[in-house]
Structures are given as C-alpha cells and as structure tokens.
C-alpha cells in the first residue's frame, strides 16, 4: 500500500488513454481481489490523490467484479443443485430396487450409492420409516 500512489504515477507515464486504463483495471482487479488487509477506500484514495478520473474508474472495475462474483455464484449454485437433484434420483431408484428385492451390491452397482447408504435405506424401509435425506 505505502508504493500504491508511486505506481499509479507511474500509469501517468504510459502513452495511450487505452493502455492506461487497462493497466489501471489490472491493478485495481488484483489489489481487490489478492491483498485481504487493503480496503477499498484505500485504494479509492490513493487513486483520488494522483488521477483525476480514476475514483469513477475504480467504480466500474469494483462494479464489473461484482457482476463477474454474482455470475459465478450463480453457476456454483446450479451446479450444486444439479448435484443434489441427482443424489436424490439416486436414493429414488436405490429405494426402488430394494421394494422389488434387488441386492444391495447390484443397487450400489446401479447407483453409485456406497453400501452404507443402501443398506441404511434397506433398514429404514423394513422398519417402515419413511426416508427422506
């Protein structure tokens, strides 16, 4: 943090608007995301201090990984609910196969299910508990 505002006057330096802009976007993405004990505003303040613009570029970045966050929450949390959907077909058809006699080795075979739970599930059924997991 003390060398943030040295290196934001070295962006100062670099000869196109695009370059610079990109290389800010870079550094506010890494400072945000891989320095646990730098705040927000602290980078807001050491860029205040030596851009004119880079207060409202910094909103932007901090908004852009926020979307890019919330996206990946997102997929995280379809794929575990594709995750649970299929364990719960799983015990369906496990708990299908043990009404109908099956043995334990050739459900688990089926399902993909460890022994433990099938026979857990066959203990359940033929104490006549629901089973609901």
């Given at each position: 943090?003390?060398?943030?505002?040295?290196?934001?006057?070295?962006?100062?330096?670099?000869?196109?608007?695009?370059?610079?802009?990109?290389?800010?976007?870079?550094l506010?993405?890494?400072?945000?995301?891989?320095?646990?004990?730098?705040?927000?505003?602290?980078?807001?303040?050491?860029?205040?201090?030596?851009?004119?613009?880079?207060?409202?570029?910094m909103?932007?970045?901090?908004?852009?990984?926020?979307?890019?966050?919330?996206?990946?929450?997102?997929?995280?949390?379809?794929?575990?609910?594709?995750?649970?959907?299929?364990?719960?077909?799983?015990?369906?058809?496990?708990?299908?196969?043990?009404?109908?006699?099956?043995?334990?080795?050739?459900?688990?075979?089926?399902?993909?299910?460890?022994?433990?739970?099938?026979?857990?599930?066959?203990?359940?059924?033929?104490?006549?508990?629901?089973?609901?997991?």
């Amino acid at each position: 943090m003390s060398r943030l505002k040295d290196i934001f006057e070295l962006f100062r330096e670099l000869p196109g608007k695009t370059e610079f802009n990109r290389y800010l976007e870079l550094l506010i993405i890494y400072l945000g995301s891989n320095i646990r004990d730098v705040q927000p505003a602290q980078i807001r303040d050491a860029i205040d201090e030596v851009l004119e613009e880079g207060g409202a570029m910094m909103s932007t970045v901090f908004q852009q990984i926020k979307e890019e966050g919330i996206e990946i929450g997102v997929m995280e949390g379809e794929e575990i609910g594709i995750k649970k959907g299929e364990e719960k077909n799983k015990l369906k058809i496990a708990i299908n196969c043990l009404l109908k006699g099956m043995d334990t080795w050739t459900i688990a075979e089926i399902t993909e299910l460890p022994i433990e739970r099938i026979d857990a599930l066959k203990a359940a059924i033929h104490q006549g508990n629901p089973v609901h997991r």
